[in-house]
């Protein structure tokens, strides 16, 4: 009976993706051209279902930041969080065409574009994925309200 619970549990529990969350470390500046660059960066090199980017930037080193592509889902997503506030974009209809060829000094241009503060619009797997990898550092996106800027 244990052994078949535990079968279960395996086949419903997220799958473990720890080689597609990468920490950039801290930078002086981390624009928009350079987060894409090291999205697609990650992409390129494995077949992550989900991959996640985090870094600081020295100038508020108490800002926590994530970059997120969700390929089952099409999202992108940025999001910050200072103390116990998050703020957050997402995109949505970005396939994985998109992330391997977009030209990132285009920045972000797709289509499906939302703002929010708060609980981020992502997927169960993404956040739990986010839950793993940064224990608490990103709670104040992944619980509460989700308020439209």
């Known amino acids: 009976m244990v052994v078949i ?9 997220p799958p ?3 080689g597609c969350w990468v920490d950039i470390g801290t930078k002086s500046l981390y624009g928009t051209y350079l987060q894409l660059e090291d999205l697609q960066r990650v992409a390129k090199a494995g077949e992550c ?4 980017t985090t870094w600081h930037v020295s100038m508020r080193p108490d800002r926590h930041s994530l970059m997120l592509w969700d390929s089952k889902n099409e999202v992108v997503a940025r999001i910050h969080v200072e103390g ?8 949505r209809g970005v396939d ?3 992330i391997l060829t977009d030209d990132p000094s285009r920045e972000f241009d797709y289509a499906i ?13 993404a956040r739990e994925l986010i839950r793993q990898n940064a224990g608490a550092k990103f709670a104040p996106a992944l619980e509460g309200d ?4």
């Open 84 to 91: 116990s506030t998050a703020s957050w974009e997402v995109w």
């Open 96 to 98: 994985r065409s998109h």
């Open 49 to 52: 279902e989900i991959i996640i």
């Open 5 to 13: 619970l535990l079968i279960l549990g395996l086949s419903t529990a």
């Open 16 to 18: 473990q993706q720890t």
């Open 113 to 125: 574009h939302r703002t929010g503060e708060g609980k981020a619009p992502l997927s169960g797997d």
């Open 146 to 149: 989700s308020r439209r800027m």
